[in-house]
């Protein structure tokens, strides 16, 4: 078993080098090699995604992936930005299915913005399709508009797609997952105005129909980005396109007011995966040995269950992280009046010894 | 003047004519005419926005609209559903530019999901561009997938699009709404993901230049979704396209609790204007004299101000809806111990007393 540790910009080397030693303390048997991704890949190769970076990603069984980004590399040509680095894996790896649990700990619960009783105990699980939608659509570019209105202006435009098996495959894994859990799937589409949302809804409905256990509903995207300000305990599991759920995963994330905290996996359909914290690359905060390291070892738990096949050691991990909760730990992002606050290599520490 | 009143569905009839009779109160020359829109329309005459409907509104200077659709028009075939009516409407007067404000009221502050202090004093305007974008791109449909992932299988496309005129009118309606508040502007794009929205950020940051006394900043939309979860008083004009704009104002307006409250207004290049309450024609509560009128009294109030050049008589209404609540009372959805709590009729009975 082979692990690609890409660890990327920011504050991504001193997360994913906490959760690299948990890795170690579990004394399993996979390599794992490191490669160059994001910014610091372009300032080194002229390449955000060097092609030996890629090659690595494609061998191994998981990728365990830090952040990308930074503001200095703003001005540059799109094709040259880090966050290119992240489209050109979850491309060339087919990493169709993103898992992006929102869940909230009862120790950080006051950390959210919302009332406690709102969000206390809050565990949603939202599956955003990673491959499809206006992200990757062809045809799209600039042109001179054809029609509508203003013919002949200098126009931009770009192409929302999703076929049938794109969405047979997503909402499988979506009532698959559901079945694990609460039996509950909500599919967000925009049924009301899009073609490609009507598609999705009656594919996903058909698909429902082999899951007779499973509760479906569907809400459109504007109603759901309501409800989970409302009503968010209402969602058990969420299943909607690229796009939509590139919104409500990080609205959702934010409710719990840890995002810090929550990992996320992006899976192909041999299990092969990407593993990374829902959060991003802080480069605010880089270098200073302040940043939470729970998220990025939370996705290497996650890595372990899904794609390496240890669900024993992915529950040490996790009830590692609750035992250094429990401890009072907290690293500046969730620090609150009462608990220790600690750097991210004293995270790390906490977390190894609790293994 | 003219004045195009469409109750439509669900509460719609209800809410509409309070609104009404404030405006009757108000004793200024103007005509109004009443008009079938929605399900009801297609229920008499086939069509949710039926000729004579649009004739009128076309002829009026503006349109008090109540809301459309109910779960019974669910099935029919999409270009029948109640909601083609508004997007008929929005498409046809050219009303580009919708206004959405995100209020909280000072006494509704603890109906809000969020802690107090974090929307204590909220007054954020959302300004959605609403004939271009998704909504309207051609081409769009179902076809036989030409490439992709799974070339061959059935496929739905929609086409995102944006002209430079476009964005450009919108960007000046938000630089000018921003003059006269507090001075500041947030873009909100997907630019390191979309061509459209790459064209969106250069096009508004050139506009922005002609407006030096005004603070412009970029954010990514999913950013977006978490800081109006985060810090919602960062925000003060929010400008952005028709899909973005339709999952943010929302998130925006149930930040606030209160949505019963918020009015909202869509104008063409002419000042002509549609007003409508932010909430939907909740067809659950319809007929039983209980639904918050409030939003749709503002929503006239915002019509004479935008495009009945009567800002006295907009100023009437607004500090009356302010007495009746100082007075404590309160509609259903707004109730809390310790307030009086009404029934759309009283609400109305109290607005039309006050001014
Ligand atoms: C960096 C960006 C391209 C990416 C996306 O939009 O998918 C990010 O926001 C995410 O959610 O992983
Ligand atoms: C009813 C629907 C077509 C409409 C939209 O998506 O624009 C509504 O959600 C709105 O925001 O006015």
Chains 1, 2 share one sequence.
Not at 141 to 156: K, M, N, T, V
Not at 234 to 244: C, L, R, S
Request: glycine share 8%; net charge negative; charged share 25%.
């Amino acid at each position: 078993m082979k692990i690609a540790v890409l660890p990327g910009d920011g504050i991504g080397t001193e997360i994913v080098a906490e959760a690299v030693r948990v890795l170690e303390v579990l004394d399993l048997k996979f390599e794992m090699e490191t490669a160059l991704v994001g910014g610091v890949a372009y300032d080194a190769h002229g390449h955000p995604l060097p092609e030996a970076t890629l090659k690595l990603a494609k061998e191994a069984d998981a990728i365990l992936f830090g952040a990308v980004g930074d503001w200095k590399y703003d001005k540059l040509e799109r094709q040259f930005r880090p966050e290119q680095a992240i489209l050109g894996l979850r491309k060339n790896l087919g990493l169709f299915a993103n898992f992006r649990p929102a869940i909230c700990y009862e120790q950080l619960t006051h950390a959210s913005s919302l009332k406690p009783e709102l969000v206390s105990g809050l565990d949603i699980l939202i599956i955003r399709e990673l491959t499809g939608d206006i992200y990757f659509g062809q045809p799209r570019g600039r042109r001179s508009s054809p029609d509508g209105h203003f013919p002949g202006a200098e126009e931009a435009f770009d192409t929302m797609r999703y076929s049938r098996p794109e969405i047979e495959r997503i909402a499988h894994v979506a009532f698959q997952a559901a079945r694990k859990r609460n039996k509950r799937v909500t599919s967000v589409d925009k049924a009301n105005v899009l073609e490609t949302f009507q598609l999705w809804k009656d594919v996903v409905t058909e698909v429902g129909q082999q899951y007779p256990d499973v509760k479906l509903d569907h809400m459109y995207v504007d109603n759901a980005a309501m409800q989970l300000v409302k009503q968010p305990k209402y969602f058990d599991v969420v299943v909607t396109g690229n796009m939509f759920g590139d919104i409500l995963s990080d609205e959702a994330a934010m409710l719990t007011g840890s995002i810090g905290m929550l990992p996320s996996a992006s899976l192909n359909a041999g299990n092969q995966g990407l593993y990374e914290p829902s959060h991003g690359s802080a480069p605010d905060i880089a270098g200073k040995g302040v940043a939470n390291p729970l998220a990025t070892i939370l996705s290497a738990a996650m890595m372990l269950r899904f794609s390496l096949n240890q669900p024993q050691a992915a529950d040490r991990i996790e009830s590692a992280v609750q035992d250094v909760l429990a401890q009072g730990l907290r690293t500046a992002d969730i620090y609150s009046d009462g608990t220790t606050k600690v750097g991210t290599r004293a995270m790390g520490d906490a977390v190894v010894a609790a293994i």
